[in-house]
């Protein structure tokens, strides 16, 4: 067996659903530090991988390496580090909608961690001013806009200071100041030395944010490289999705 290449590495990753054969033959990898855009039509698998990296879904051959250690074969007790260590962050948040605020943030770190009461209040609390939501802890998901219950599901995934960060569409759906607001977050925690995979329709925010890009096409990376290396590309279909003209 080779070396992983860098924080997360997918190898010849395949996966059906039925009949249909969504992934073929997939290879990528991130270096530490990294963020990947991962782009490509609606359902060729995106959140199927981001969901494999955590184990939430197994390929039916294929290997993944989180942090040099091949997590396909692993039981739910050995995931569930793999989960302090990996967070994704849900299309949509996946809030609990009869939880307040407090009590989404509270419960990765009860599930995870042995924290006082008092400890995991101030950790909450100063989450919360971080991702610019001070005073929402008593609140519904429900009462909350979606630019700001997109920060919350951002916020609890960070609570358990997690090493890596995948984003399955953290801007659908949102206007512009909530899609600068995620951008500037992304960008706060690639600066604290995150690595990350963004899934993601919204160009602009790629180009904001990420280091290298690969482009998921027919159960295949079809390309793989910087946005330079990218925009080379003679392939009309990447192209159009680089120019933004394709989702
Ligand atoms: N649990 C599942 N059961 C059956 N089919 C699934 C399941 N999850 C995903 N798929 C299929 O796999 C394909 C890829 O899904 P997905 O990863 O959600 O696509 P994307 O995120 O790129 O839009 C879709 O065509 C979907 O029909
Ligand atoms: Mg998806």
Redesign the pocket.
Known sequence: MSTPMGMIEVKNFKKS??S?L?HKDVNFYVRKGECLCLI??????????LRSLIGL?KPDSGEIFIDGVEITEMHERQLNEIRKKVAYVFQGGALFDSMTVYENLAYPLREHFNFSESEVKDRILTQLNEFGLPGSEHLYPSNLSGGMQKRVGLARAMMMSPDVVLY?EPTAGLDPYNTIKIQEHILRLKKQGKTSIL?THDMPTAFAVCDKMAF?LDGRIAAHGTIKDLEKEQHGIIQKFIAGEAS
């Open positions: 659903f039925g249909r969504v490509g039509g609606s359902g060729v698998g995106k959140s199927v991988i879904e399955d899934v998921l």
